[in-house]
Nanobody
Framework: QVQLVESGGGLVQAGGSLRLACAAS????????MGWFRQAPGKEREFVAV????????GHADSVKGRFTISRDNAKDTVYLQMNSLNAEDTGVYYC?????????????????????WGQGTQVTVSS
């Protein structure tokens, strides 16, 4: 079993930055692909970013590419999401996710059903 705990959410003005962190515990962190999803009020959950177990490859949604960056520190069992140039459309609950037996393809990692573990979420609110 893996426990995921997000932190770093909050209220920020448009154009500002936030850094989310997700601390994992329970099993070997470096064997999991890690990612972030988000869900805005009244909208479906959507993929944000993913990193493979070693951090060698990353993927980002088109809507955040160039503004958000996912990274991980396997020595600290933590994955991060650096979010810059935030706008109102980035508002939502951000969820940390982990996957075992991961396949590196956009079709696979954009699908939330392919992640085994989810955190409780952290709220990000961007005021315009």
């Amino acid at each position: 079993q893996v426990q995921l705990v997000e932190s770093g959410g909050g209220l920020v003005q448009a154009g500002g930055s936030l850094r989310l962190a997700c601390a994992a515990s329970g099993r070997t962190f470096s064997s999991y692909a890690m990612g972030w999803f988000r869900q805005a009020p009244g909208k479906e959950r959507e993929f944000v970013a993913v990193t493979d177990p070693r951090g060698s490859n990353t993927g980002h949604a088109d809507s955040v590419k160039g503004r958000f960056t996912i990274s991980r520190d396997n020595a600290k069992d933590t994955v991060y999401l650096q979010m810059n140039s935030l706008n109102a459309e980035d508002t939502g609950v951000y969820y940390c996710v982990a996957s075992v037996g991961f396949r590196w393809s956009p079709y696979y990692y954009r699908d939330g059903r392919n992640y085994n573990y989810w955190g409780q979420g952290t709220q990000v609110t961007v005021s315009s």
